[in-house]
């Protein structure tokens, strides 16, 4: 039996005009996405897009799976194909649907008829289908309103037999509003705020701040499997990681200790600056929360903000930890992120950071620093991989 994958996008919906250019996007992802599990035709068709597989090789299963985590999508099924020939689609529905129809107590047929040249209108269709599961299922019952299965027939250019559509992963295609900077560390908030951006239709560029030897390569290797997990529902992501050693053992040498966190944090902001102009990035992105840790008072806050160049995202911020928890276990990054490596910000932590920097004091101190040399060293030391969710791939 010739089975397909159907598609119903999301809030591309609400676009008017520009629908169109989202639809190919989320056909490109697509495309994109489920190449590695063989060979599909993919077209949109009268806002829904088709996925066909166009040999016996191609996993039908393994694609169904990954469309689940693609944005963009509000909504996807499975489908059986049969000739727009009743005979065939009453041959086919109870068998195609049989698992389903078990399972079930209560169900509706609804057909729905784009090609206006088939013979039977779409009440008619829906009785024939109706009559015959109910002969072949005696157990159900038909319920309109809230039956547990809503078997659709679709006569387009093939007849289309499917059971409930599964929600899918919502938000917008991967790339539709633009490209951002990621900046993750290994903790639990940033792949968080990662997926979550993502899932409003931005492209993920990584940075990543790494302070070896008071870091270990087991730190970048733990960044690396988060952002595998991330790739997962965002697409391939390049990751740079920054040598950041230089930059923390002067701020340590010549800066009040108070200050160490926010004088940091000002150089990765300064750092995303610099990589976002060359990467075609127009956000930042970070995990931080309001409240979290002493450099997440609102005047800390405002110091990282005062340098940075663009806006910053931190779609955590209005969350608890709890919440925050809750996603990056539906993401499967939570078990990645608790394994106790260091991150460079928990090097050279000062006893009593301050909570209420003041941008003045703060500036102040900085002009111990060469800022653009130490800047222009980290910049030209940066490491690029390109990941996905197979792992780190060889450029
Ligand atoms: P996370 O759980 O994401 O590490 P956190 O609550 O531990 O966040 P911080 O460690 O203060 O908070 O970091 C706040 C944010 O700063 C992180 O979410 C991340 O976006 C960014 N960040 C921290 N350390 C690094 C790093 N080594 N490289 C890149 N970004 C970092
Ligand atoms: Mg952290």
Redesign the pocket.
Known sequence: MNEIILIKDGEIALKGLNRSTFEDMLCKNIRQRIKKFGNFEIKKSQSTIIVTPKDEYADIDSAVDEISRVFGIAGYSRAAVAEKDMDQILEIAPVYLEEQLENAKTFKVEAKRSDKKFPLKSPEISAIVGEKLLESFPHLTVDVKNPDITVTVEIREKAYIRGNQLKGAGGMPCGSSGRAL??????????V?AYMMAKRGLQLVG????SPPY?SLRSEQK?HDLLTKVARYSGRIYLHT?P?TEIQEMIRENCPEELF?IIM?RF?MRLSNMLADSTDCHAH?????VA??A??TLLAIGCTDAVAEYPVFRP?VGMDKQEIIAISRKIETFDI?IQPFE????VFTPRHPKTKPDIHTVEEAEKALDIDGLCQRAFDGIKRICITAEGVQDE
């Open positions: 990621l900046l993750i560390s290994g903790g639990i908030d940033s792949p705020a940075i990543h701040f790494a870091t960044v920054v950041f966190t944090r990765m992105i970070t995990g931080e929360s979290q840790v450099s997440q955590c992120s991150d460079c910000c928990t």
